[in-house]
């Protein structure tokens, strides 16, 4: 791909970085990302990938807009409520960047179509609100070998962290099993400051276009924790487990597993 002059003129604050240059640009422009859950973290995930010039975006999320979201999911307006999530950030996504092509998929992701949705993105980033989507998500990405990019907030408080296949642990070496039934409170029982959903979706961006561009460390092996209360943030080295029952030595994990709903969350990607 060869950057037109326009292109050139676009992404000029990008091209300029010595890691990125005029290649970099085509990487991204050449990426495909599947974003899962187009709320608190997939809205500013899909809308600095798209600002980047990352080629390909899809986006996944079964529900719609809602006036609960509007504190936090910044993509959409007051206009969009009702209207169902993809389909409101596709319009709103295009405008901001002719460049990429956005694929919307309406639906919520399970064990039987899960496969045939991430199999033609290079990165998935996980933007979901629930531990059976949480689980859903790593295990197929391990099982196909997709990076995956994590994000998670609750409260005053996010994470974010890198699993890249072969090259470092997974969300179960961290948590190799959901939490039972009540144990974690929703958003809606709990709430959210939204925005801490920036920041963490805003880490999950920056980790995403570094794996696009192969510069600096990813989050490999490495959780990074934000407390916003106290703006402070930790970086934990997260080990891999080599008993973990999907990315360990004996894997009991073989195929994918579609858990009751957890923690009193209604089916949806994004919250």
């Known amino acids: 791909m060869i950057l037109n002059d326009e292109q050139i003129e676009r992404y000029s604050r990008q091209i300029l970085l010595p890691k990125i240059g005029g290649g970099g640009q085509e990487r991204l422009l050449a990426a495909k990302v599947l974003v ?27 529900d719609s807009v809602d006036i609960t979201n509007l504190h936090r999911q910044i993509i959409y307006s007051t206009d969009d409520l009702g209207k169902a999530k993809v389909e409101a950030a596709k319009v709103r996504l295009e405008r901001m960047n002719p460049d990429v092509k956005v694929i919307v998929h309406k639906l919520r992701l399970t064990s039987a179509n899960i496969m045939a949705v991430i199999n033609d993105y290079d990165i998935v980033v996980d933007g979901t609100d629930n531990f059976p989507a949480r689980y859903l998500i790593n295990d197929a990405c391990v099982l196909a070998k997709k990076p995956l990019v994590h994000g998670a907030f609750f409260r005053f408080e996010g994470q974010a962290m890198v699993i890249k296949p072969g090259e470092g642990p997974c969300y179960r070496c961290m948590f190799s099993e959901p939490p039972p039934p009540g144990a974690v409170p929703s958003c809606q029982e709990a709430g959210v400051l939204g925005a801490l959903a920036g920041v963490i979706g805003l880490i999950q961006a920056t980790e995403t276009l570094k794996l696009i561009l192969r510069i600096g460390e990813p989050l490999v092996g490495k959780l990074i924790i934000f407390n916003s209360l106290e703006m402070g943030f930790r970086k934990v080295k997260v080990p891999q487990d080599k008993n973990c029952p999907v990315c360990g030595e004996n894997p009991t994990i073989t195929e994918l597993i579609d858990y009751e709903i957890f923690c009193g969350i209604k089916k949806k990607e994004s919250e």
């Open 36 to 62: 899962v859950g187009v709320g608190g973290l997939g809205s500013p995930v899909a809308a600095y990938l798209t600002g980047a010039g990352v080629g390909t975006l899809g986006l996944v999320d079964s």
